[in-house]
């Protein structure tokens, strides 16, 4: 009933409004599904230039933001370097000592390359180990005063480096 009478009332008042009235002039046409809602929000934004979130390049980068990123980027690394071998292990024929001594075989395998890319490698696992460390501290709530979070840093960077650069030197054993 009270759909009734809303709709009847509309009905009347819509009666009086005159396509060229103000009132319709000035509404604009609505989208109606949220997809094309969210469509026509984007296209306004590109029209007018807006940056899109989270528009990294208008903050200035310091040691917090480096670190914290430096976390995120060494996990990620992580993540897909190991689906990465885990699935090759599926698909590529040979066992990874004969893919060590191929890849030795390479034009590119010298120590100006190899020896940068071991201690990438080693440092991703090492700061986000470390870094790892710091996180759970602050989730036991320790380790927040500002002079802490920023020593606890430079622990986790300097020795990260330390480690990397120390693992990458040595040979193993064949
Ligand atoms: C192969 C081993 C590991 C992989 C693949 C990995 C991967 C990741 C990834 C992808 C993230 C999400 C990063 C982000 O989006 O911010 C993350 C976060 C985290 N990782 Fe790891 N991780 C590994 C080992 C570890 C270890 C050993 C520790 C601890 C010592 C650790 C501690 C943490 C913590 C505390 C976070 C959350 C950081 C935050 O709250 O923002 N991870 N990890």
Redesign the pocket.
């Known amino acids: 009933m009270a759909l009734l009478m809303r709709l009847a009332t509309r009905q009347a008042l819509l009666r009086h409004v005159r396509p060229s009235s103000i009132l319709m002039k000035a509404a604009a046409p609505m989208a109606t599904s949220p997809s094309e809602q969210a469509k026509a929000y984007w296209e306004k934004n590109k029209e007018l230039g807006r940056p899109v979130a989270p528009h990294l390049t208008i903050y200035k980068i310091d040691w917090h933001t480096l670190l914290?990123g430096t976390?995120?980027l060494?996990?990620?690394i992580?993540?897909t370097g190991?689906a990465a071998i885990a699935a090759a292990t599926l698909i590529v024929p040979a066992s990874y000592p004969a893919w060590i001594a191929a890849i030795k075989t390479w034009p590119i395998a010298i120590p100006a390359i190899i020896y940068p890319a071991k201690v990438g490698a080693a440092f991703t696992?090492f700061y986000?180990?470390?870094?790892?460390?710091r996180?759970?501290a602050w989730?036991f709530g320790k380790g927040f005063a500002m002079k802490d979070i920023n020593r606890s840093g430079y622990v986790a960077m300097g020795l990260a480096l330390i480690l990397a650069v120390f693992a990458a030197t040595i040979v193993p054993s064949s």
């Open positions: 914290s976390h995120r060494t996990g990620f992580m993540y190991l696992v986000h180990l470390l870094n790892g460390i996180h759970i989730d």
